[in-house]
């Protein structure tokens, strides 16, 4: 199939799912070059997910200026400097060290989603849910950091009442985190959601999901 339809594919099937919300389709290009994303591109793709500081700086090269980069990948403090200038969004919050040398990198206010572990996985990164709330409560002294929204990854299993109890829980965390108010933290998003989960992402709630395979395979 090729990259056009694959695309027609999935923007068809976020619109037969979503409700009200907005949905930002953000294709993940990790494992591709920068002639698919340039591909994606034609095809009206402009949020693209990288992991890797190196392929992000590769893509922000060779992708037109109006591309916007994500970095979903779990994120070491000594690579901040390399990737702040070139993101719309960091999916990756977990620790307030991160957040400090964010606050410490940046030109201006940077998006940043926060990783939740729903799920409570040991091979998954993020902080446990009951974390959240005092590690946003932290984030106040870091004024270029503004948290938009949480992030999770779903258990990797086809019992769909699982996945969609992960997506839920988030969707109820993100709630709670929104009526503190906080001024840095307004919380309104959710990027939940993957090549094999984000039907269920939308349903319960997701504005952003992270689509790879299911786009470039």
């Known amino acids: 199939m090729s990259i056009?339809?694959?695309?027609?594919?999935v923007r068809q099937t976020i619109d037969a799912?979503?409700?009200?919300?907005?949905?930002?389709?953000?294709?993940?290009?990790?494992?591709?070059?920068?002639?698919?994303?340039?591909?994606?591109?034609a095809e009206g793709i402009r949020?693209?997910?990288?992991?890797r500081p190196e392929g992000l700086l590769e893509k922000v090269e060779q992708l037109p200026p109006d591309a916007k980069f994500h970095f979903i990948g779990s994120l070491q403090t000594?690579?901040?400097?390399?990737?702040?200038?070139?993101?719309?969004?960091?999916?990756?919050?977990?620790?307030?060290?991160?957040?400090?040398?964010?606050?410490?990198?940046?030109?201006?206010?940077?998006?940043c989603f926060v990783q939740v572990n729903v799920s409570g996985e040991a091979s998954k990164h993020g902080l446990e849910k009951e974390e959240v709330i005092p590690f946003i409560e932290n984030c106040k002294q870091y004024p270029h950091v503004r948290i938009i929204g949480l992030m999770t990854m779903a258990p990797f299993t086809e019992d769909e009442t699982v996945i969609r109890e992960t997506f839920r829980n988030l969707r109820q965390l993100r709630d709670d985190v929104a009526r503190h108010?906080?001024?840095?933290?307004?919380?309104?998003?959710?990027?939940?959601?993957?090549?094999?989960d984000y039907t269920l992402a939308i349903e319960e709630g997701a504005s952003f999901v992270?689509?790879?395979?299911?786009?470039?395979q």
């Not at 056009?4 to 594919?9: F, H, R």
């Not at 799912?17 to 389709?25: I, K």
Request: include cysteine; hydrophobic fraction near 40%.
């Open 78 to 111: 000594r690579k901040v400097r390399q990737i702040i200038d070139h993101v719309a969004a960091i999916h990756s919050l977990d620790r307030l060290s991160l957040a400090e040398e964010i606050d410490k990198r940046a030109q201006g206010v940077i998006d």
């Open 181 to 196: 108010a906080y001024p840095h933290a307004p919380c309104t998003e959710l990027s939940m959601g993957m090549s094999n």
């Open 47 to 51: 949020d693209f997910g990288e992991n």
């Open 17 to 41: 799912h979503r409700t009200d919300q907005a949905v930002t389709l953000i294709a993940v290009t990790k494992s591709v070059g920068p002639d698919v994303a340039n591909a994606l591109y």
């Open 4 to 9: 056009a339809n694959n695309v027609n594919q």
């Open 210 to 216: 992270r689509i790879g395979t299911v786009l470039v």
